[in-house]
T-cell receptor, first 116, second 110 residues
Framework: DTGVSQDPRHKITKRGQNVTFRCDPI?????LYWYRQTLGQGPEFLTY????????KSRLLSDRFSAERPKGSFSTLEIQRTEQGDSAMYLC??????????????FGQGTRLTVV | GNSVTQMEGPVTLSEEAFLTINCTYT??????LFWYVQYPGEGLQLLLK?????DKGSNKGFEATYRKETTSFHLEKGSVQVSDSAVYFC?????????FGQGTELSVKP
C-alpha cells in the first residue's frame, strides 16, 4: 500500500458543471476525512467517515456538496453546480480509529479544482 | 471556539540558521497538538506531535513543546538546511478532525 491516493490530481471545469473526486485510503484505515485548502490557508475540515458512516459534516459543506463511502473503503466527493468559489485543493486523509485524538492522519496529495 | 494562529510567512533563512515558527491555539479541553509539513509537490506529512502539557515532540532535528500556560506550540530547529524549505502547519486535534493554522512558508537559502 503506497498511502492515500486521490484522483484526479487536477480538474478544470466550467461553472455550473458537476465534478466528482475519488479518494482511496490506506487499506486498514477505517476513518476517512475530506478537507479543503485554498491558497495561502491551512486545510479546513469538511467531513469524515468511520467505515461507511458519515459522522460529521462541516457548515462549509453546502447542499451542493455530497460525500459517500459506500463500502467503507474508497470515498467520493461530488460538487454540483460548481461555482468559482469552489476552486481549491481538496485533500483526503485516513487514519485508524480510534487511537484517541492523537491518532495520526495520513494525507493524499490532493485534487486541485479550478472552476472557470 | 477552537483555532490555531501561526506567524505569517514567508520566512527566509540562510542555511544553518536557527528557526522558530510561532504557533498559539485556542481550545476547549486539552487537545493534542501537531506540526505538519508540506514539501513542494507533496502531500501533508506529520512532522511531530505532543499529546499533553509539557510534552516535547521531536523529529528530524525539529522540536516543539506543548505549553499550556501560554497556549503555544512553537516549532524550533537549531540549524536549518535547504531541504527544510516547505510550508509548515500547526494543528490541534478534536474528535474526528484537525484544526489547522494558515501555514508558514519557510525558504532556506544556501
Amino acid at each position: 500500500d503506497t498511502g492515500v491516493s486521490q484522483d484526479p490530481r487536477h480538474k478544470i471545469t466550467k461553472r455550473g458543471q458537476n465534478v466528482t473526486f475519488r479518494c482511496d485510503p490506506i487499506s486498514e484505515h477505517n476513518r476517512l476525512y475530506w478537507y479543503r485548502q485554498t491558497l495561502g490557508q491551512g486545510p479546513e475540515f469538511l467531513t469524515y467517515f468511520q467505515n461507511e458512516a458519515q459522522l460529521e459534516k462541516s457548515r462549509l459543506l453546502s447542499d451542493r456538496f455530497s460525500a459517500e463511502r459506500p463500502k467503507g473503503s474508497f470515498s467520493t466527493l461530488e460538487i454540483q453546480r460548481t461555482e468559482q468559489g469552489d476552486s481549491a485543493m481538496y485533500l483526503c486523509a485516513s487514519s485508524l480509529a480510534d487511537g484517541g485524538p492523537n491518532t495520526e492522519a495520513f494525507f493524499g496529495q490532493g485534487t486541485r479544482l479550478t472552476v472557470v | 471556539g477552537n483555532s490555531v494562529t501561526q506567524m505569517e510567512g514567508p520566512v527566509t533563512l540562510s542555511e544553518e540558521a536557527f528557526l522558530t515558527i510561532n504557533c498559539t491555539y485556542t481550545a476547549t479541553g486539552y487537545p493534542s497538538l501537531f506540526w505538519y509539513v508540506q514539501y513542494p509537490g507533496e502531500g501533508l506529512q506529520l512532522l511531530l506531535k505532543a499529546t499533553k502539557a509539557d510534552d516535547k515532540g521531536s523529529n528530524k532535528g525539529f522540536e516543539a513543546t506543548y505549553r499550556k500556560e501560554t497556549t503555544s506550540f512553537h516549532l524550533e530547529k537549531g540549524s536549518v538546511q535547504v531541504s527544510d524549505s516547505a510550508v509548515y502547519f500547526c494543528a490541534l486535534s478534536l474528535p474526528g478532525k484537525l484544526i489547522f493554522g494558515q501555514g508558514t512558508e519557510l525558504s532556506v537559502k544556501p
